[in-house]
Nanobody, 124 residues
Framework: QVQLVESGGGLVQAGGSLRLSCAASGTMFRINAMGWYRQAPGKQRELVASITSGGRTNYVEAMEGRFTISRDNAKNTLYLQMNSLKPEDTAVYYC??????????????????WGQGTQVTVSS
């Protein structure tokens, strides 16, 4: 089984910063792309940023320059540094990962996984 566990959410004032972490554990051969998504009350889940296994990043325009996504492949951990937070950033933030559970010789077992989410609340 594979688990993604997020941490680092909380309550912060506008203009403040938070750093989210997402640790992947379980039987894994390779973690491919990873990403952060968020879902505000009454809204659909949306992409925040993504990063390939080689470190190439992609950001939604509204977050570019304020948020930084990174990963530590040795620790199987994904990060999101969020600066200059705004009340409209308030949402549950979810970690997402595309994972091969086994090597190609054993069938690959490529699946998409989600974490349970961590609440980020930005007060004005």
């Amino acid at each position: 089984q594979v688990q993604l566990v997020e941490s680092g959410g909380g309550l912060v004032q506008a203009g403040g910063s938070l750093r989210l972490s997402c640790a992947a554990s379980g039987t894994m051969f390779r973690i491919n792309a990873m990403g952060w998504y968020r879902q505000a009350p009454g809204k659909q889940r949306e992409l925040v940023a993504s990063i390939t296994s080689g470190g190439r990043t992609n950001y939604v325009e509204a977050m570019e320059g304020r948020f930084t996504i990174s990963r530590d492949n040795a620790k199987n951990t994904l990060y999101l540094q969020m600066n200059s937070l705004k009340p409209e950033d308030t949402a549950v933030y979810y970690c997402n990962a595309d994972i091969n559970r086994w090597p190609p010789s054993l069938g690959g077992g490529r699946y998409e996984y989600w974490g349970q989410g961590t609440q980020v609340t930005v007060s004005s």
